[in-house]
């Protein structure tokens, strides 16, 4: 499963990153299997009705917005999304130590910006390069839909799939060698190329291949962006009177069910686009 429950230390790398495969609560093969059926006829209905759509393009654009969104969210369970939040905090408690805390929390903002203008560009610039034209062609939603319904059946430990990641982590240490607010612009740079360290959410994937087939470097800088955008606000909790051990243990009681909502998006995203390529 690609779910992450802890950070390990491999080959002598501090910063390696090793997957979790059993968990506390773990989740019958049988559960998981009608999870994986219940979403993927939910997301083939969802497909029936986007085709009947006046402008279809428009409303996949609508479906994969809200889906990076999500994606974004649940990375949050993975290594970085728990250091961002716990090291990215106010110096101590009160509407005045949080006003403080503002500007590190705007760089973090314009980091995770500027990561999605770099990738962005980089992946609409390869799409226009090979000639894609846009989500709603056959080709697009048939590669979607595949990717989709595997790595949804591989969030729901179903089946194993490729998961290439890079293994690491953003550098703790940089926390004592700069200011809190160039650490939060820091970490939002390397957490908004996506690829620097490890993300939790194959729906990684489908973004970034959605974002090669528009073919178009400002849309492809859009749907990394709202990805992005949903990585970035869960660091807004540090704004709220919570103990920094209480935000952790609850991302860690609700490891596995961010694992299945993840499985339950890709393969109802899937199912849609299967339909919506055959129609």
């Known amino acids: 499963m690609a779910s992450i429950d802890e950070t390990m230390a491999v080959s002598g790398d501090e910063n390696s990153v090793a997957d979790c495969v059993f968990f506390p609560d773990t989740y019958s093969k049988s559960t998981r299997g009608v999870i994986l059926l219940a979403s993927a006829a939910v997301g083939g209905v969802g497909g029936f009705m986007l085709s009947g759509a006046a402008d279809v393009s428009a409303a996949l654009w609508s479906v994969l917005g ?44 314009l980091g995770y910006a500027a990561g999605a203008v770099i990738l962005g560009t980089l992946l609409g610039a390869i799409g226009a390069i090979a000639g894609f034209t846009g989500i709603a ?52 740079l390397s957490l908004g190329l996506d690829y620097l360290t490890y993300v939790q959410t194959p729906l990684l994937y489908m973004m970034t291949l959605a974002a090669v087939f528009t073919g178009n470097i400002p849309a492809a800088i859009a749907i990394i962006a709202l990805f992005n955008l949903g990585r970035y606000l869960p660091v807004a909790v540090n704004l709220l009177p919570c103990k920094d051990y209480a935000i952790q243990a609850w991302l860690a009681r609700n490891q596995e069910r961010a694992a299945m909502v993840d499985g339950a998006i890709l393969a109802a995203l899937g199912a849609a686009f299967a339909v919506l390529a055959l129609i």
């Open 137 to 188: 062609s056959t080709i697009a939603l048939t590669v979607l839909a595949i990717i989709g319904l595997l790595y949804g059946a591989h969030q729901l430990d179903l089946v194993r799939a490729p998961y290439p990641q890079r293994r690491a982590q953003v550098p703790h240490d940089a926390r004592n060698r700069f200011p809190k607010w160039v650490i939060g612009g820091l970490y939002g």
């Open 66 to 109: 809200v889906a990076a969104v999500a994606g974004g969210v649940l990375s949050t369970w993975s290594p970085c999304g728990y250091s961002s939040i716990s090291l990215l905090r106010p110096n101590g408690r009160g509407v005045k130590e949080a006003i403080g805390w503002l500007p590190t929390f705007a760089m973090h903002g």
